[in-house]
């Protein structure tokens, strides 16, 4: 089945072929990002975003299918994000699928948006067998799931107030970095002195998988207010507070996924989601990982954060199984569990 997945839940345009037959996998995959036109504005303008949606969706449709190789009349399905996302960008893109699916007379299916994050790592060649442990880290979410397999998960823990990249993003602005702030806020921190501020590792002193980042917030906020009223928040400063933010959030992320996959017993762990490009996550979790002589697997960078690809793997995955909208009923849920 040769699908073509299209993901614009929020600030980025996606669109991309999966081939489910065997020698096939990812045909084509393109990307427009916003970004840009919203780092403007220090995050995503809803209104502008839609409208971006509309002006590259079709052009990067005909650009996958040109880089495949091929015509409209040879794709057997269709996928978009369904949800959770922005509701004028979720719209732009499952109508653009109905439309194509009804002209096309081929099936379409709207997926969860984390669900494309989960799979993401199947993209890759060495690619996770199930069952695993899977942490999701983007801006909106922070959770741990048990997979057994496609549509089998069980929720392990999650965040109960900010998700790991909202928490990167609010730290990047006290620190008046640009929108989105991960990457930035990483990279100031590769300056920082570890020894010389530590941040507390929420939740981690008692039993649970959940997570819980608004205090380290607040501590961060309060940290650089100090920092400002003794004349002392500096280049280096800056830094040292970008360190102890970092560092304590990825230690709290690897002492939860180490006690979940001691708790589950699994021996695989998939982490994914726009916060899994962290090089200093990926070091420590390799570390836990090689320790318990257990498996660790990331999407490559391109495929952490959103992407097509990993909406098309999903939907080629469903629709093989026969699952599929009802004709004429697209679907955009800004908010999905
Ligand atoms: O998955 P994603 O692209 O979009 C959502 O579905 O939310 O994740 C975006 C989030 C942002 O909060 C961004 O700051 C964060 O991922 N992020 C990072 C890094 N790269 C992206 N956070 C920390 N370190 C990074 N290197
Ligand atoms: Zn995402």
């Given at each position: 089945?040769?699908?073509?997945?299209?993901?614009?839940?929020?600030?980025?345009?996606?669109?991309?072929?999966?081939?489910?037959?065997?020698?096939?996998?990812?045909?084509?995959?393109?990307?427009?990002?916003?970004?840009?036109?919203?780092?403007?504005?220090?995050?995503?303008?809803?209104?502008?975003?839609?409208?971006?949606?509309?002006?590259?969706?079709?052009?990067?449709?005909?650009?996958?299918?040109?880089?495949?190789?091929?015509?409209?009349?040879?794709?057997?399905?269709?996928?978009?994000?369904?949800?959770?996302?922005?509701?004028?960008?979720?719209?732009?893109?499952?109508?653009?699928?109905?439309?194509?699916?009804?002209?096309?007379?081929?099936?379409?299916?709207?997926?969860?948006?984390?669900?494309?994050?989960?799979?993401?790592?199947?993209?890759?060649?060495?690619?996770?067998?199930?069952?695993?442990?899977?942490?999701?880290?983007?801006?909106?979410?922070?959770?741990?799931?048990?997979?057994?397999?496609?549509?089998?998960?069980?929720?392990?823990?999650?965040?109960?107030?900010?998700?790991?990249?909202?928490?990167?993003?609010?730290?990047?602005?006290?620190?008046?970095?640009?929108y989105p702030g991960g990457p930035h806020v990483a990279k100031l921190?590769?300056?920082?002195?570890?020894?010389?501020?530590?941040?507390?590792?929420?939740?981690?002193?008692?039993?649970?998988?959940?997570?819980?980042?608004?205090?380290?917030?607040?501590?961060?906020?309060?940290?650089?207010?100090?920092?400002?009223?003794?004349?002392?928040?500096?280049?280096?400063?800056?830094?040292?507070?970008?360190?102890?933010?970092?560092?304590?959030?990825?230690?709290?992320?690897?002492?939860?996924?180490?006690?979940?996959?001691?708790?589950?017993?699994?021996?695989?762990?998939?982490?994914?989601?726009?916060?899994?490009?962290?090089?200093?996550?990926?070091?420590?979790?390799?570390?836990?990982?090689?320790?318990?002589?257990?498996?660790?697997?990331?999407?490559?960078?391109?495929?952490?954060?959103?992407?097509?690809?990993?909406?098309?793997?999903?939907?080629?995955?469903?629709?093989?199984?026969?699952?599929?909208?009802?004709?004429?009923?697209?679907?955009?849920?800004?908010?999905?569990?």
């Amino acid at each position: 089945m040769r699908v073509l997945g299209i993901e614009t839940s929020c600030d980025e345009t996606g669109v991309a072929v999966y081939d489910t037959a065997p020698g096939g996998g990812l045909l084509a995959d393109a990307l427009y990002s916003q970004v840009a036109m919203h780092a403007e504005y220090g995050g995503v303008v809803p209104e502008l975003a839609s409208r971006d949606h509309t002006r590259k969706l079709l052009p990067l449709v005909e650009q996958v299918l040109a880089d495949a190789d091929m015509a409209r009349g040879e794709l057997d399905g269709i996928a978009y994000t369904a949800g959770p996302g922005l509701v004028g960008a979720l719209m732009v893109g499952a109508a653009t699928a109905h439309g194509m699916a009804r002209a096309l007379n081929i099936p379409v299916l709207g997926v969860h948006h984390m669900e494309g994050h989960l799979l993401a790592p199947m993209l890759e060649d060495e690619a996770p067998a199930f069952p695993f442990v899977a942490l999701l880290v983007s801006g909106g979410h922070t959770q741990l799931v048990a997979v057994k397999g496609l549509g089998e998960y069980r929720l392990l823990g999650e965040s109960v107030d900010d998700a790991a990249g909202e928490a990167f993003d609010k730290t990047a602005k006290m620190l008046r970095l640009p929108y989105p702030g991960g990457p930035h806020v990483a990279k100031l921190a590769k300056q920082g002195d570890p020894g010389r501020f530590r941040f507390p590792r929420p939740m981690t002193d008692r039993p649970g998988l959940d997570f819980s980042f608004s205090g380290l917030k607040t501590h961060t906020l309060t940290a650089i207010r100090k920092l400002d009223d003794a004349g002392e928040l500096t280049s280096r400063g800056r830094a040292d507070i970008a360190r102890a933010f970092e560092d304590a959030v990825v230690d709290t992320m690897v002492i939860k996924c180490r006690r979940a996959l001691d708790d589950t017993g699994l021996k695989r762990l998939v982490v994914a989601g726009g916060v899994s490009a962290n090089v200093r996550l990926r070091e420590g979790l390799d570390q836990a990982c090689a320790k318990r002589r257990a498996g660790v697997f990331y999407p490559r960078g391109r495929f952490c954060t959103d992407n097509g690809a990993m909406i098309a793997y999903v939907g080629a995955r469903r629709l093989e199984t026969g699952e599929r909208d009802v004709t004429g009923q697209m679907q955009a849920t800004p908010r999905w569990p």
